[in-house]
């Protein structure tokens, strides 16, 4: 039977973060978790469901972009998509009045990421496999037929990729056999919010320890006295055995980036996350050449657009750790793009997470590049934090510090109907009850 896209829901989903502080960092001090929330209908009854992260306000914004761009998936037949899977990307991408609200970049991006990860949960769920499973199993040639290369072929070919995927075939069956017994390496965040008190700090870090986690992140940038006392604070708490990187998300210029980061260097933190710009390549470049001969490294990438600054990133040599996100770029994709980009130019992919369901997605993405790309976990890590896993049917799962592979179907997307319900925005259950009780102010739009 040919199974055609019958119709798409899109949802917005919010969670109450910001009233404890939760996600918060120098630019962002109120977070409310978020999520533009895409189900595709098939005439199969089997459906794909995908999202893309938002903080709350504007999510409405990404909704209608789901909606207005889904005219170019409602009736499609799916095989004609994932057999065509780059120019069908490029379709959503390129549409010809909508790009002009892009091009691939900001509420339009975050549509085609939401709309695009959908897809591959769908794609995934057809094929009754996770998603890392299902892109460890592609051939090289199918695996690049999803690639729109427009744009990145003075970097990297179809060809180059091809050639790259069959020199990493060779140890992929160990490999996959290492990762379903070992799980892939992450870090926690959770122990730095700018907003949490020192307690918390300490009694977070002693968590995580306890859990076996040897890497450890924290957020500065809005005091630098704070911020000593904060990094001298962790460091004492985890010992100098253990890593600690550190993210300004964005809050400085290029210069003061390098003299603030001057004054952490005691703290020996091995990554400036988001020094300033996500769109400052030169900028980054400077700070990552200024603070090189200090052992301290420049990591981005959660909120780039698109794979032309990646691209550029890399070829600036502005960044030591690449951090795709998999909710901003187009979808995975875009993003396979940038990790073939990487490999090509040597800089280790460390995803961001966090966020609602980012942690579920990046994971299918890190184990397919260590069985069938980089075939190596040495200097990389994803990010991991502890919190709204429980409003997902397939939640992430952790043991000994390391993510460990998903089993079930899909891309680890699908939100519990019971979540929906108390979290849809403005009217779920939850939602009323807190205007009501006053902790939030109804804004109409
Ligand atoms: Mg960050």
Do not use: K
């Given at each position: 039977m040919e199974i055609f896209i019958t119709d798409i829901d899109v949802k917005d989903v919010r969670f109450p973060t910001s009233l404890l502080a939760d996600g918060s960092d120098a630019m962002h001090t109120?977070?409310?978790?978020?999520c533009a929330y895409v189900t595709l209908k098939t005439n199969k009854g089997i459906e794909g469901y995908g999202l893309t992260f938002t903080l709350g306000r504007g999510t409405e914004i990404v909704v209608q972009a789901c909606k207005s761009m889904s005219y170019l998936v409602k009736g499609q037949k799916v095989t004609e998509i994932f057999a065509n899977f780059g120019s069908f990307w490029r379709k959503l991408t390129s549409e010809t009045q909508l790009r002009w609200l892009g091009p691939e970049k900001g509420v339009t991006h975050l549509a085609t990421a939401a709309i695009i990860n959908a897809l591959w949960d769908l794609w995934a769920r057809l094929e009754n496999k996770p998603v890392w499973k299902l892109l460890v199993d592609l051939t090289p040639e199918q695996l690049v037929s999803t690639i729109d290369f427009r744009y990145i072929t003075d970097v990297i070919t179809k060809e180059e990729v091809i050639k790259m995927l069959k020199e990493s075939e060779k140890g992929k069956t160990e490999r996959e056999e290492l990762l379903k017994k070992n799980g892939y390496p992450a870090y926690t965040?959770?122990?730095?919010?700018?907003?949490?008190s020192d307690e918390k700090m300490k009694t977070l870090c002693k968590k995580f320890l306890d859990l076996g986690f040897t890497s450890f992140k924290a957020k500065v940038g809005q005091n630098l006295k704070d911020d000593i006392r904060r990094c001298k604070l962790i460091r004492e708490m985890i010992g100098n055995e253990n890593k600690l990187m550190v993210d300004?998300?964005?809050?400085?210029d290029v210069n003061e980036s390098i003299e603030w980061m001057k004054e952490l260097e005691q703290f020996k933190p091995i990554w400036i996350e988001?020094?300033?710009?996500?769109?400052?390549i030169l900028g980054h470049a400077k700070i990552a050449e200024a603070l090189r001969p200090h052992g301290i490294g420049v990591a981005t990438g959660e909120?780039?657009?698109n794979r032309v600054i990646f691209k550029q990133l890399l070829q600036a040599k502005a960044i030591d750790y690449c951090q795709i996100d998999?909710?901003?770029?187009?979808?995975i994709n875009e993003i396979l793009a940038v990790y073939f980009m990487c490999k090509k130019l040597g800089v280790p992919v460390c995803p961001h997470a966090g966020g609602i369901g980012l942690c579920e997605m990046v994971q299918h993405l890190q184990m397919w590049d260590f069985v069938s790309l980089s075939g190596s976990t040495d200097d990389r890590v994803i990010e991991y934090v502890d919190?709204?896993?429980?409003?997902?049917?397939h939640p992430v799962r952790i043991h000994n510090a390391c993510y460990m592979p998903p089993m079930?179907?899909?891309?680890?997307t699908k939100l519990k109907d019971n979540c929906i319900k108390n979290?849809?925005?403005?009217?779920g259950i939850q939602w009323k009850q807190m205007y009501e009780k006053g902790l939030f102010q109804k804004i109409s739009c």
């Open positions: 109120d977070p409310d978790y978020s965040t959770q122990v730095g919010w700018l907003g949490y300004a998300n964005q809050i400085w988001e020094p300033t710009s996500p769109d400052d909120m780039c657009a998999s909710a901003r770029i187009g979808g919190q709204q896993h429980e409003y997902f049917e079930s179907s899909g891309y680890s979290y849809i925005h403005p009217d």
